[in-house]
């Protein structure tokens, strides 16, 4: 039996794989999984067909067998991105092993040319991959922002559009407060192409907001994205659906180990520096707070004796995020209602220059005799809208 998953995401990857069960296979998706590719070579360059192939899932321990052509290549695709390892064997051939082949959100990624060395079949030759692959196999132009650097990158809204900041080419200038403050969050202009051309997908959903193209609408929280991948340009024709950047978040999966996190952030104004104008004023620093608490766990699901092999098999990945916010507005210089005003008495009411303000009896078509409203004339409703208004600080 093939591998199995279940993630359980919290917020917008919730709300996003509920509008999968919805939509049709014709609606705008398109693919994360990669695929690997190699030749198999003996000693002195001559292609060794039919040799035995295997890919292990470094992460979650799935296995693929397949053989070489022909020519000595072999190719696996539909893989989900993450670590694998590559193992070939040939009789009369010492067993061969690649590991840390790191595959890539939408990546062909080619393991080059594997020589095999003759040798017994007890003698084996391991290779780790290290430093970063060359894509040979594609001519896209593509980036990559590791979970690595998801986890060590400072970000303030911990929204990961605000992450593509620091890839090259990408102009953005709104920084946003917290996660799912508003409908959704702009993306950049990438590579000088507008926003609204940008494509988004979650796990191969898509995220851009059908009404504003430019928004990306489904926000999901840092710890919850294994990684991203920006195709710029020069991409498979799969991902032609608009005319800048592919961007590709994946989600994280659990594996046969358990692994977790839990975290709390908190912004306060007790932090912040005051501006000019307030420190003039004597007005105090404005209410600035943000708390942010979350959690995420992933591993195998343990079965018993339902499923002996469950834990090789299906794994979960959950995650939780909550905020908190309390920011109100700057503050404002409005005019309100003396309480002189709100009894009928305008004879302290002066314009700018200092002049009384004449109050109009729109019944009369004069002037209210000493600019003094009876109170037979006001609106018990309107005096009630009035005291909804606060009274005016002293001068």
């Known amino acids: 039996m093939g591998e199995s998953e279940v993630r359980i995401l919290g917020r917008g990857v919730m709300k996003s794989l509920l509008c999968l069960l919805c939509l049709s296979a014709s609606a705008y998706t398109q693919t994360i999984s990669g695929s690997i590719i190699g030749t198999v070579l003996d000693s002195s360059g001559n292609v060794i067909p039919a040799a035995s192939v295997k890919l292990i899932s470094e992460r979650t321990g799935e296995e693929r067998t397949s053989q070489t052509n022909e020519s000595g290549d072999f190719l696996f695709p539909a893989l989900q991105p993450g ?11 010492k067993p061969f092993k690649k590991t840390g082949n790191m595959l890539s959100a939408a990546e062909r990624l080619s393991t080059g040319n594997i020589t095999l060395q003759v040798g017994a079949v007890n003698e084996s030759i391991t290779v780790e991959a290290q430093g970063v692959s060359v894509q040979t196999s594609s001519s896209e132009n593509s980036a990559l922002i590791s979970s690595r650097q998801l986890e060590q990158v400072s ?3 911990r929204d990961v559009v605000s992450m593509l900041r620091i890839l090259p080419g990408v102009s953005q200038t709104v920084d ?25 997908q979650v796990d191969g959903l898509t995220g851009n907001d059908l009404g504003s193209p430019s928004v990306f609408s489904s926000p999901i929280n840092m710890d919850a994205i294994g990684e991203v991948k920006v195709l710029l340009n020069n991409y498979q024709a799969e991902y032609g659906r608009n005319g800048a950047s592919f961007i590709n978040i994946v989600t994280k999966s659990g594996g046969r180990e358990y692994h977790g996190s839990a975290y709390w952030y908190k912004r306060h104004e007790m932090w912040n520096a005051n501006n000019f104008f307030n420190n003039r004023n004597g ?15 992933g591993g195998p699901v343990p079965m018993g004796k339902l499923w002996k092999d469950s834990k090789d098999k299906v794994f979960f990945f959950y995650s939780y995020e909550q905020s908190w916010v309390k920011n109100p507005q700057a503050v404002r210089q409005v005019t309100t209602p003396s309480d002189l005003e709100r009894r009928g008495d305008f004879t302290q009411t002066l314009d700018q220059n200092g002049a009384r303000i004449n109050i109009r009896d729109p019944l009369a078509g004069a002037n209210f005799p000493g600019n003094l409203v009876p109170a037979s004339r006001i609106n018990r409703n309107g005096q009630a809208i009035l005291n909804i208004f606060p009274i005016p600080n002293p001068a």
């Open 176 to 200: 946003t407060e917290f996660l799912g403050g508003s409908f959704g969050t702009g993306t950049p202009n990438i590579g000088g192409s507008r926003s609204n051309w940008n494509s988004l």
């Open 283 to 297: 007005v105090s620093l404005p209410i600035y707070r943000y708390t942010t608490i979350g959690a995420t766990l």
């Open 83 to 93: 670590a694998y390892t590559v193992s070939v064997e040939q009789p009369g051939f």
């Open 155 to 157: 970000i303030r809204g």
